[in-house]
C-alpha cells in the first residue's frame, strides 16, 4: 500500500503520519493486515485508531534534533516501552506499523531499535536496513542514539 514501507514483511512497517500522507485505518486494516499503530508524534490520530479497531500505543517522542548524549540517553530510555510493546504484537501474530509526523527518525529509531534487540541486528545492520527503504532515514543524532542502544543492550547481558 501508498506510503507503507514493510521493514520485516507482513510483521513492520513505517510510514508518515496521516498530516504528512493520509490515511485510511479500515483499507490498511482489511488489505494489509494492520493490527496495530505504535504514533511516535501527537497527531490526533486516537480517535481514527480505536474507531478502525486497531491496537495503539503511543509515545510522543519530541520531533527536535538529538544535540548531545544527555538527550540521546532518555530517547534511548523513553523508547524502551515501546520496542517490547512492538516485539509483543508482533510475537503474537500482528502487524503493525509505526509513524511518526514524516516517517523517518522516530519511527525509523523505534524499527531499528527492534531489528537491534529482537533480530539480532547490528546498529549498522539496522541502519542499513531503514536506508535501503527510505535513504534518508534515521538522521544524525538519532543514528548516534542508534548505536548507544546497541551498547546498552551488550551491557545489559555482561
Known sequence: MKHLSWILKDQLATRPGPRVAPWDLQALKEKAGITAVFSMSDEGAA????????????????????????????????????????????SRGGRAFVHCYIGRDRSGFLAAAYLIKHCDHTAKEALKKMRALKEYCVCPGYEEALQMYELSLAAETL
Open 47 to 90: 480517535p481514527s485508531v480505536s474507531y478502525a479497531g486497531l491496537r495503539h500505543h503511543t509515545n510522543y517522542i519530541s520531533d527536535q534534533p538529538l544535540y548531545n548524549t544527555k538527550e540521546q540517553l532518555a530517547l534511548i530510555e523513553q523508547i524502551g516501552p515501546s520496542v517490547e510493546a512492538l516485539h509483543l504484537e508482533i
